[in-house]
Nanobody, 123 residues
Framework: QVQLVESGGGLAQAGDSLRLSCAAS????????MGWFRQAPGKEREFVAA????????VYADSVKGRFTISRDNAKNTVYLQMNSLKPEDTAVYYC????????????????WGQGTQVTVSS
């Protein structure tokens, strides 16, 4: 069974840091581009970050560039999102996703989605 399971969400105050993890199973993890998306209440899901199978050349949304870092450990089948300097506008459900091609993630059409983890940032 192919599965992506996110963890690490929770409550934070503005300026705090959180690290999200996404554990993959049932797929050849190292073959996939991995990404993070988020959906705030009343808004559409949006791209946050993506990382290629090799771990090189990550890409970020402008809204998180310089604050968030995506990384992966292919030995652990896990992708991470380190979120620093959190802002109230980062409040959203964060989703992990896997795509066979980098563009699958970049345009928001990955083959596999996680169930999401809530991040709430208070001011």
């Amino acid at each position: 069974q192919v599965q992506l399971v996110e963890s690490g969400g929770g409550l934070a105050q503005a300026g705090d840091s959180l690290r999200l993890s996404c554990a993959a199973s049932g797929l050849t993890f190292s073959s996939y581009t991995m990404g993070w998306f988020r959906q705030a209440p009343g808004k559409e899901r949006e791209f946050v970050a993506a990382i290629r199978w090799s771990g090189g050349s990550p890409v970020y949304a402008d809204s998180v560039k310089g604050r968030f870092t995506i990384s992966r450990d292919n030995a652990k089948n896990t992708v991470y999102l380190q979120m620093n300097s959190l802002k109230p506008e980062d409040t959203a459900v964060y989703y992990c996703a896997a795509g066979m091609a980098f563009n699958d993630i970049r345009v928001g059409t990955p083959q596999i989605w996680g169930q999401g983890t809530q991040v709430t940032v208070s001011s």
